[in-house]
Every structure is written in structure tokens, then in C-alpha cells.
């Protein structure tokens, strides 16, 4: 679970391999320009600078807002690293602009013009107040392919639009709160910790990616809508498709459902347990010794299997696994053929093997004296010509943006100096002062 960072970010993360070396990434060649705070936004970019892109992210001078996220550790400029920045910094390079300022938002659009997407999720019509909406970005630069996450579209049109929008607005209105929600207790919020950002933002990057692709072949860039509830929706179908299908039910009382999707203790824990079919009915039938259950006419159906769950199904399953760990109880029953899983804590996730071979967890060394890593997650997607590489730390505020500006627009060390001088940028995050309390 371990990665190697690199000694700075002003090296270009494009350059051409050794002879013998892997081929090139996915998306090298390709810089993105990353407008972004919080999740959405960044979730996609991380996605993007793991498949090879050079992410500059641009904030600033104090930070984008998910540096003062809780928790939190203090990193090398003395100032605070929140977890949700920690999560989504990756391999990124940090350009700190103010984009109040006139000066700020012109080196912004002239960084735009060297970049070939420019992703931002600034909040809705905000890039557009500031001059750096996709007119004014590709009336500079045609062939941009911009990207842009708000909460209920980009257009304005939805009667939310206005709405300040988390993960946990998408998710609440998506429906998958009350389809879930235990009969007369409230819904539990957030209960994958922003579901609503990171899958908005796998939609980011499949947009991305498919206007790439058709900029190969048009020429032309083009501007990519996605709304948090939109992906929402898409991600939780199950709400809008059962209802249609006539599956409905008052939230305070318990839905009748023709299968068993529930969970049972084993050992101190709890185990995952699914059964949506007969035979997987009679699998778990024959190996908790109870065949009787197949001629049973409280069985007949599935939504039998559903009402003698709590009574009788669970007692026996829990008594079969009474000697059993929750991994040895639910190996078991997927060597039988029925669909079972060890309900893990944190520590189970941070120890677990498959997790470790897998790479599935970066450790990220802290600057403040505590000895324990910060763990994030590791790149899900794995490809057999872009193995897992070694990712650069979360970037310090404006690390880069003297390498930035310097290299890509020219700028001379007295001009950025000029401009940290006037408040426009922040260049040397080591020595400036931390940010105003």
C-alpha cells in the first residue's frame, strides 16, 4: 500500500520512456486545467492524472476549500491539509491565483489556451461570472474540452439550479434515502461519504474521455454538462425503475421484497448475505442442512424467503456459523454458490490482503512528526500497458506555479515575482505566511 513520491512537480510527467520502459499512459500528452474544490471535480481529475495527464489545479492563494476539511494534518508549509484535499490530490501540480483579480483570471485563460481540458465545478454559473466559462475559453481555444459539475446542470434551467449542492443534496433527492430508509427511523445521510461527488465525477471522466475521443476525430472541443443529480439518478435507477414496475411503499413501513438481501452475526461481526434466486435458495438450503425448507409451502415463493427471514432463516444461518470468523462463514457460502461478505470495519479494509495486492491503499508520509501514513484509495482501474505508478504527494499551495508559469507562459522569475509581489499569485508556499485565520 505503499507509494514513492517524486522529489518536486516540475518535472513534466511526459516524458518520452526509456527504450524498454512501459509504453506510454493512456493520456499522456494531455494537461488538464482543474478549476476545482471539494470532490466532484477532483475525484475526476485524480481519475485522470492516474490514466497520465498533467493536472495543474488551480487555487487559491489560501487554498481550494477542501484543504480545511476535517480531519486534518499540517503539512509542509505549516498549513492545514484537510482529508477531503488529502483524498483527491494525487499527482497533481498547484497553481495559487486569486480569480478575483483581473490580472489572476487573464493568467488563467492564457493557461487554458496551452491546456486540452479545463474541468471546474466552481458552483454554479460562477466560472461564467468570472469570465472563464466555456465561451470565453473557447472562443480563445477551440478545440478545449471543458467540463462542467454544479449540482442540477450547467444551463440553469433546472428549478434547483440556484441550490448550493454536496453529495448528500444529489443523493437525498435521487430517492435512495427513503427506498432505504429503516421504517420509522430517519434516513441515514451520506452513508458512503459522497457517493454523490465521486460518481459524479466517473461521469466527468467518461465525458471527458468520449470528447477527447471525437475532438480526434472533428477537430472541434466541446463543452460537457454534468449535474450531480443527474448522476444520481443514474446511479440509483433502482428508485424510478421498481417504482414504475409497482414496487411502492410507505417509508415507515417495511417493504415486501421478493428476495433475501440482509445480514446476519457471525463471530463478533457481521456477514453479507444475498439469495435472489431458487437455486441459490436451495444451495443455502443443503448446506445449513435444513432440505426440508425446499418442500416447505412457507417457501414456495420468493417473497416467503423474505417474510421467514428474521423468524427462521437468519436463526438457523446464525447457528450454523456460531463457530465460524465472519471471512470463514462468508468463504463458505461462496464456495457453495450463494453470495456472502464479512461486513468490514476500517481496520479490516486497512488490513485486508486482497486490498494490499491490489495496491488499493497509498500512504501518504506526514510532514507533521506523527509516524502513521495518511491512507487514501488507490487507482481501481488496472491495464495491463499502464501498470500502477509511483504519484507525486498532494502539492503544496501554488508549489507550482512559478515552474507553471514560467514554462508554459513564458513568464520570467521577476514577472511571477512581480505577481506574488501584488497579491495575484502565491508562488512559495515554504516561506508565505499561512493563510488569515
Not at 427471514?309 to 456460531?322: N, Q, S, Y
Amino acid at each position: 500500500m505503499d507509494a514513492t513520491f517524486g522529489p518536486d512537480h516540475e518535472e513534466h510527467p511526459m516524458a518520452s520512456p526509456a527504450p524498454g520502459a512501459h509504453p506510454p499512459a493512456p493520456l499522456a500528452g494531455i494537461r488538464v486545467l482543474a478549476l476545482e474544490q471539494m470532490q466532484a471535480a477532483p475525484f475526476a481529475t485524480l481519475m485522470l492524472a492516474r490514466l497520465g495527464a498533467d493536472v495543474i489545479k488551480v487555487e487559491s492563494p489560501v487554498g481550494e476549500s477542501g484543504r480545511t476539511s476535517q480531519p486534518a494534518v499540517t503539512d509542509a508549509s505549516g498549513r492545514p491539509a484537510g482529508a477531503t484535499f488529502l483524498r483527491y490530490g494525487l499527482g497533481k501540480r498547484s497553481v495559487a491565483v486569486d480569480l478575483k483579480n483581473a490580472r489572476g483570471r487573464d493568467l488563467v485563460l492564457d493557461l487554458a489556451e496551452s491546456c486540452d481540458v479545463l474541468v471546474e465545478n466552481l458552483g454554479p454559473g460562477r466560472a461564467d461570472r468570472l469570465g472563464l466559462g466555456y465561451d470565453a475559453v473557447s472562443g480563445r481555444h477551440p478545440g478545449i474540452v471543458y467540463l462542467s459539475i454544479t449540482g442540477f446542470g450547467a444551463d440553469g434551467e433546472s428549478p434547483y439550479a440556484h441550490w448550493p449542492a454536496y453529495a448528500g443534496v444529489a443523493e437525498a433527492m435521487s430517492g435512495i434515502y427513503e427506498h432505504a430508509r429503516t421504517p420509522g427511523r430517519p434516513p441515514v445521510i451520506n452513508p458512503m461519504g459522497g457517493l454523490g461527488d465521486t460518481g459524479t465525477g466517473m461521469f466527468g471522466v467518461i465525458g471527458v474521455l468520449a470528447a477527447l475521443r471525437q475532438r480526434e476525430q472533428t477537430g472541434h472541443g466541446q463543452f460537457v454538462d454534468v449535474a450531480m443529480y443527474d448522476a444520481m439518478i443514474a446511479i440509483c435507477d433502482i428508485v424510478p425503475n421498481f417504482w414504475s414496475l409497482g414496487v411502492r411503499r410507505d417509508p415507515d413501513a417495511e417493504l415486501r421484497m421478493p428476495y433475501i438481501l440482509s445480514s446476519f452475526r457471525v463471530g463478533g461481526r457481521w456477514c453479507y448475505v444475498q439469495v435472489s434466486r431458487e437455486h441459490q435458495f436451495q444451495r443455502l438450503a443443503r448446506l445449513l442442512d435444513r432440505e426440508a425448507w425446499l418442500t416447505d409451502p412457507r417457501f414456495a415463493d420468493r417473497f416467503g424467503w423474505h417474510d421467514h427471514w428474521a423468524g427462521v432463516i437468519r436463526p438457523a444461518l446464525e447457528h450454523w456459523a456460531k463457530d465460524l470468523s465472519a471471512t470463514a462463514a462468508a468463504e463458505q457460502l461462496a464456495a457453495a454458490g450463494i453470495t456472502a461478505a464479512p461486513c468490514n470495519s476500517a481496520e479490516d479494509v486497512v488490513h485486508d490482503p486482497h486490498v494490499a495486492l491490489r495496491n488499493m491503499l497509498v500512504a501518504i508520509p506526514r510532514a507533521d512528526g506523527v509516524p502513521e501514513p495518511v491512507l487514501v484509495a488507490g487507482n481501481p482501474v488496472k491495464m495491463s500497458r499502464h501498470p500502477d505508478s509511483a504519484q507525486t504527494a498532494p502539492p503544496l499551495v501554488g508549489e507550482d506555479t512559478r515552474a507553471v508559469l514560467t514554462d508554459l507562459l513564458g513568464l520570467s522569475d521577476t514577472s511571477v515575482d512581480a505577481l506574488a509581489q501584488a497579491g495575484v499569485i502565491a508562488a512559495d508556499p515554504r516561506t508565505a505566511a499561512g493563510p488569515p485565520a
